[in-house]
């Protein structure tokens, strides 16, 4: 039976750091299910296959990190199976639909480049996601960081989500994400061709460090369908850039959990990139003393660097309830059952 435990270092830092900022109600614009059954290879795609509190994400396991990390707060959120190159879609994709429909979530499909077209329209219109989610793993031809917007997603896919007023979830590639000017010129001239379709850029743009969110908001066009979600990032600095000089109103929370971010560890700057540190990677030497445990799981980090942000900036309680609640009901309004 699995359990999740909280050290007093969790407690300090939620209590402090996080808590006094979040409103009574979340909605999180960005989790993942992971069903182990449909990732065969999984010890070989994926980042802590080897963990049992990270692998096997039904969706009671993922509300049950909810409850966890955010107690006593009303928390929902929109729902993807979890891309890895071995993932079978479509047996996931019904198993997220199958069980987020009963709970009113939104949810995303998760879409790759060669998918036939007639085969999407037909699962889209019987299971109703709300989003379309494509992943740079999912390319060929070409190194997956090399992968342009429309490789990741054709626009034969773009027009079916646009036809249906569907959402598409960008983890962009290049080394730049969001920051890169091919993707900037792609997102741009996408948004406008395609208006009903809603580009939620994941992972502020997939701009985890400072410099490469600054060149996303010089460049990126304020849209009314272009939106970004704060999942993963750990970088303080990346929040001041995006809440100082882009809309707070399309700026929506989203955690990553479980699997990315329900890891003790952060994600970390390290020159003109960024790295996985894990709780184990920062041990101490053999021989020195025990010490008690001082990390904190990576959704905190992400949280708490956030939340400075926002305190800094003395952004207004209406507005961190927009970018925690509001922004992603308003999104996907439409496949939410009302809360009071």
Known sequence: MRSITLTDVD???????????????????????????????????????????LIDVDLPWLQAWWK???PGIDVRGMVMGYPTTDVITADENRIVAEQCQPESYPFAWLVKPKDDLKQLEADIEQYRPAVL????????????????VTDLIPEGQLALADKYGLA????????????????????????DTYPNCQFVLAHCGRCFITPNAELMVKTLN????????????CDAGVFLTVLKHYDRSKILFGTDLVTAVAFRGNYVRMGSSWHVCTDAMV???????????RSTFAAYEGMAALCFALRFLEVSEAERNAIFYENGERL?????????
Request: a neutral charge; glycine letters at 4%; one cysteine or more.
């Open 332 to 340: 996907y309004k439409r496949y939410l059952t009302p809360t009071d």
């Open 283 to 293: 041990a101490r030497p053999s021989g020195q003393a025990a010490t008690p445990q």
């Open 168 to 191: 598409v979830m960008l983890h962009v590639a290049k080394p730049q994400g969001m920051g890169d000017a091919e993707n900037l010129r792609d997102i741009n001239r996408l948004a």
């Open 11 to 53: 407690h300090q830092i939620y209590n402090t750091e996080i808590k006094p900022w979040l409103p009574r109600r979340i909605f999180d614009a960005h989790t993942h299910m992971l069903i182990n059954d449909c990732h065969p290879e999984m010890q070989k795609t994926m980042f802590g296959a080897d963990d049992p509190m």
């Open 68 to 70: 966890a990390l955010l």
């Open 133 to 148: 989610k494509p992943y740079m793993c999912w390319v060929e031809g070409k190194p997956m960081n090399d992968s342009t």
């Open 222 to 233: 304020r849209a009314d369908n272009i939106w970004m979600d704060t999942s993963a990032v």
